[in-house]
């Protein structure tokens, strides 16, 4: 599976992106998928994901009611709009793919099989 994000760029704070990752080569509508984001000198962060049998979708306390977590399975792909945006979100934003997604281990970049290779989220104050 190859997952290509896209989207990321500079924005001032209060703006908005929408953040694109499209999959090929694999059963995209049979994995769990997720957005997760890394600012310099942090960790990789759960962002936001779902698993592919539908449900909830789960958010990190930092990003809930400002970021929406969408899929398309028609179109292998999936989305992450992001609004009032602020300068501690910037980071690289990463999809990532699981085959075997549980919830207990949604927020673990560990569960994860597959990654895109990041794209570069800047918010200006």
Do not use: H
């Amino acid at each position: 599976v190859q997952l290509q994000a896209s989207g990321g760029g500079l924005v001032q704070a209060g703006g908005s992106l929408r953040l694109s990752c499209a999959a090929s080569g694999g059963s995209f509508s049979s994995y769990g998928m997720a957005w997760f984001r890394q600012a310099p000198g942090k960790g990789r962060e759960f962002v936001a994901g779902r698993k592919s049998s539908g449900g909830s979708t789960y958010y990190a306390d930092s990003v809930m009611g400002r970021f929406t977590f969408s899929r398309d399975n028609a179109k292998n792909t999936v989305y992450l709009q992001m609004n009032s945006l602020k300068p501690e979100d910037t980071a690289v934003y990463y999809c990532a793919a699981s085959r075997t997604l549980i919830l207990s281990t949604i927020r673990d970049p560990r569960a994860y099989d597959y990654w895109g290779q990041g794209t570069q989220v800047t918010v200006s104050s």
